[in-house]
């Protein structure tokens, strides 16, 4: 399942007029593909993943998760369509302190409204998945901020979304633990077959990316392969 973006236009309200985030960018990610976008700070590429994500709704054109055109989509809807189809990995993993690695999990799972059992089945196969076999009965304190970052990617992955959004996931991590996690996030896409769209300032670690884009004032280009 693919994520599509055409010709997304998103202006904010500046002062008396308007900054352009997005300026008529198009973008398809294919499911098992990993897109990364670099810029400088203020480029839109926050922007771009909150219309991907469909947390907002650009001006004008087109945003595709899945099979679904968001389009025409009301609030409710789109909040259903997140919880089944958008994974997000934000920059901070933000854990509850009191939970263990699998039930950090369970939470979203629950709400996905499936049996007990086959959510237990599927937050112990995305964690096997990320690498934290065997931590699942953990608290937060005591796993590293690389294992932390994993609880975070597999808490996006649980329910087997059709897009998976990444905001920084390097950004708080030396750059040992910051290769591993990109090595994760493209490997974790081809396992689950998921269409990722990235975003990051860090170029240090996408030497394996396929991929590049680049977001400059609102735009979207390929970057030609090194
Ligand atoms: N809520 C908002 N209201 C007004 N302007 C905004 C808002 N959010 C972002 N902007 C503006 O939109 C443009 C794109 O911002 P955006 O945050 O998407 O860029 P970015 O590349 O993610 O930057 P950073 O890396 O610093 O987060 C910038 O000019 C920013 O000032």
Same mark, same amino acid.
């Given at each position: 399942?693919?994520?599509? =973006? /055409? $010709? &997304?236009?998103?202006?904010?309200? $500046?002062?008396?007029? &308007? &900054?352009?985030?997005?300026d008529r960018v198009s973008v398809r990610v294919a499911p098992g593909e990993l897109a990364a976008v670099?810029?400088?700070?203020?480029?839109?590429?926050? *922007?771009?993943?909150?219309? !991907?994500?469909?947390? +907002?709704?650009? $001006?004008?054109?087109?945003v595709t998760v899945g099979d679904v055109d968001t389009l025409g989509l009301r609030p409710r809807e789109l909040a259903a369509l997140r919880l089944s189809k958008v994974?997000? &990995?934000?920059?901070?993993p933000n854990l509850i302190p009191s939970l263990t690695v699998v039930d950090q999990l369970? #939470?979203?799972?629950?709400?996905?409204?499936? *049996?007990?059992?086959? !959510?237990?089945?599927?937050a112990m196969e995305t964690l096997a998945a990320v690498g934290l076999a065997g931590k699942e009965h953990r608290h937060p304190h005591r796993l590293s901020g690389?294992?932390?970052?994993? #609880? /975070?990617?597999?808490r996006a992955l649980v329910g087997r979304p059709s897009a998976l959004l990444v905001d920084?996931?390097?950004?708080?991590?030396?750059?040992?633990?910051?290769?591993? +996690?990109?090595?994760? +996030?493209?490997e974790a896409t081809r396992t689950f077959e998921v269409a990722t769209l990235? #975003?990051?300032? $860090?170029?240090?670690?996408?030497?394996?990316?396929?991929?590049? =884009?680049?977001?400059?004032?609102?735009?979207?280009?390929?970057?030609?392969?090194?």
């Open positions: 399942m693919s994520l599509e =973006l /055409n $010709d &997304v236009t998103l202006t904010y309200p $500046d002062g008396d007029g &308007v &900054v352009t985030a997005l670099i810029g400088p700070s203020g480029s839109g590429k926050s *922007s771009l993943l909150a219309v !991907a994500a469909t947390l +907002i709704r650009p $001006d004008s054109g087109r994974g997000i &990995v934000f920059q901070q369970l #939470v979203t799972e629950h709400m996905r409204a499936r *049996s007990v059992r086959e !959510a237990r089945a599927s690389g294992e932390r970052q994993r #609880v /975070n990617i597999a920084e996931p390097t950004a708080a991590l030396d750059h040992d633990r910051g290769a591993r +996690i990109m090595e994760l +996030i493209e990235l #975003v990051t300032h $860090d170029t240090e670690h996408l030497g394996t990316v396929a991929r590049v =884009l680049e977001m400059r004032d609102g735009r979207l280009r390929a970057l030609d392969p090194a």
